[in-house]
């Protein structure tokens, strides 16, 4: 629960990927997504060469394309959609593989399939080579607010407390026979996230309290290294 | 159900992304107002019900699965400003350490399922309060009706992005009827669970819903005699 904890998604190294400061990474991250974005759809040399340079990056940070790809399972959803604008989009018709396609469709859906990979790629690279209390230090950095610091870090801090009590609860009602994910079973499920919500809530208020009983005043005292 | 990375143009990520910054600002006075000095802990906390929440999924059909957005459940719990504020941090922790939904439709994505929901859902679950009897257990009902607005509203903001900053050039009437017909569908479970989560916690503690506590102050204390020796 304390600092130093990593994520699910961190993978612990010392590449320079791993030792560059964290808000200059964000700001890398966003900067590289918004010219991947604004690359023209068909500009199929220079996304190649976008590609390349997150593999480049991938490959400092020694994160290993092993870790990464399982990970990747987050773009399935909006890989279906790629897959189906080039049949639900309109203008000049063209053959692939003998089937009857939408050409702008087609392009777009490629494009969209390219640049969403690279995104998720490059995102799953920051996660894996920056440490929670890092990233919420590069924030600060970048001028967020204080209070939305705090609130992050309050979230990440219980995360894995909140999401095991959700755990336990969800065990406890598989093993009186219940099945959460079955629509007949909701009202046993929502009365367990209420229940949920309640302790969340109060575990809120107890820790509010905890921290005013240790000198809280609306500022987090800086700890640990500061990098 | 985050939009990636190349769904939206450029300008139409960074328009959304400036409406944003400035709801998420507005929010964190609001949020002052509704949570005083607990906000950094309590909204913290919500936050990390929310995730927890939606990470159960349920299937929808055709082999994919939905899971609660849960706009209007945080709005009726805690308030709309810290529900903007909670939504909007998972969706910032989730695109940041999870890789799920782009970073440059973050702003996309806080308008959509932070702000869009989370202002619909509020707005009608404060009209039916006004319209329906003023007791506590019409509270459950009018969330849930608003959590069943909220999201084809949401789908339905998310169309007209997709027909300004959409990179592609499809029948817009074809993906409206789409998202809609889908996302009403989904609506319901959305409301059903709202419904019942809010109702629990109204059974339980009605104090904490801030929905509910316009209702809780009007009710009057009640001393009843003779029951107890």
């Known amino acids: 629960m304390g600092a130093g904890h990593g994520h699910r998604l961190h993978f612990h190294g010392h590449s320079p990927v791993h030792r560059a400061p964290a808000h200059l990474k964000v700001l890398a991250l966003v900067g590289f997504m918004l010219v991947v974005v604004a690359t023209p759809r068909q500009a199929y040399p220079l996304l190649a060469l976008e590609a390349a340079v997150l593999l480049g990056v991938v490959a400092l940070s020694r994160v290993p394309l092993r870790y990464l790809l399982p990970r990747m399972v987050v773009e399935v959803p909006f890989v279906v959609f790629a897959v189906l604008m080039p049949f639900i989009a309109h203008g000049p018709r063209t053959e692939v593989l003998g089937v009857s396609v939408s050409e702008p469709g087609l392009v777009a859906g490629v494009a969209l399939l390219v640049k969403g990979t690279i995104g998720v790629l490059a995102s799953l690279t920051l996660a894996a080579t920056t440490e929670p209390q890092d990233l919420l230090r590069g924030l600060q950095r970048l001028r967020t607010p204080d209070l939305v610091v705090q609130i992050m870090g309050f979230m990440i801090r219980y995360l894995d407390v909140v999401t095991a009590e959700l755990g336990r609860m969800l065990t406890a009602l598989r093993s009186r026979g219940c099945d959460p994910r079955s629509p007949r079973h909701w009202p046993v499920l929502a009365r367990s996230l209420g229940a949920l919500f309640i302790r969340s809530y109060e575990r809120g208020e107890r820790v509010h309290l905890a921290m005013l009983s240790r000198g809280y005043d609306g500022r987090l005292p800086q700890t640990g290294e500061t990098r | ?229």
């Open chain 2, 1 to 229: 159900m985050h939009v990636p990375d190349g769904f939206l143009d450029a300008p139409t990520s960074a328009a959304t992304g400036a409406v944003a910054v400035a709801a998420v600002a507005l929010s964190l006075r609001g949020a002052r107002r509704e949570l005083d000095d607990r906000t950094a802990p309590a909204a913290g906390l919500v936050a990390t019900f929310v995730f927890a929440a939606q990470m159960i999924n349920f299937p929808v059909g055709a082999g994919t699965s939905g899971h609660l957005m849960g706009g209007a459940l945080a709005a009726v719990l805690v308030g709309p400003w810290t529900a903007v504020l909670c939504v909007s941090v998972v969706l910032v922790v989730q695109a940041l350490l999870m890789a799920d939904g782009g970073i440059t439709a973050l702003g996309t994505n806080i308008t959509l399922i932070g702000i869009v929901t989370v202002a619909v859902g509020w707005t009608v679950f404060v009209a039916l309060r006004r319209v329906l009897p003023r007791r506590l257990s019409m509270v459950a009902p009018a969330a849930a009706v608003g959590a069943l607005i909220s999201v084809p509203v949401a789908a339905l903001v998310f169309t007209a992005l997709f027909s300004v900053g959409g990179n592609v050039s499809v029948d817009l009437g074809a993906v409206l009827t789409a998202m809609l017909g889908w996302h009403t569908v989904i609506g319901i479970g959305e409301a059903v669970v709202t419904g019942l989560v809010v109702a629990t916690v109204v059974a339980t503690r009605p104090d904490l819903v801030h929905g509910a506590r316009p209702l809780l102050f009007e009710r009057e204390l009640e001393v009843r005699t003779g029951a107890v020796r």
